[in-house]
């Protein structure tokens, strides 16, 4: 195993562990991980925080966090309401952590 593959699997633990913490199921946090790479573009050599700033780390904003929100939620068969990813004027989700909980939080679309 080289450097890059240990600190990816380091990144995926804790990654795992805090949202185990917050009562979200190992299963889901593991589709979420694997989105979350593959949508953003991280490569594995970067380290994926629940704390990173969405904006500023990752450039994503607006119609853009939009459809972050929107493909998240059909991934875990959630229903997002109407718009709402500003709330005043102000984005209700800055991390990848206020992201997951926000759609995890959303009602069910079964």
């Known amino acids: 195993m080289n450097s890059s593959e ?3 699997k380091t990144d995926k633990e804790i990654f795992l562990l805090h949202f185990a913490a917050k009562g979200i199921p190992e299963s889901v946090v ?3 991980y694997q989105f979350l790479r593959k949508e953003i573009a991280i490569p ?3 380290f994926l925080c629940f704390s990173d700033n969405i904006y500023l780390k990752y450039g994503i904003v ?3 966090l939009e459809a972050l929100a929107e493909a998240l939620a ?3 068969n959630r229903r997002l309401p109407p718009p709402t990813m500003k709330k005043n004027d ?3 989700v800055d991390t990848i952590e206020d992201l997951i909980l926000f759609v995890w939080s959303c ?3 079964d």
């Open 6 to 8: 240990n600190f990816s």
């Open 30 to 32: 593991n589709k979420v």
């Open 44 to 46: 594995n050599k970067v």
């Open 62 to 64: 607006d119609e853009d």
């Open 74 to 76: 059909a991934l875990l």
């Open 90 to 92: 102000k984005p209700i």
């Open 107 to 109: 009602s069910s679309s």
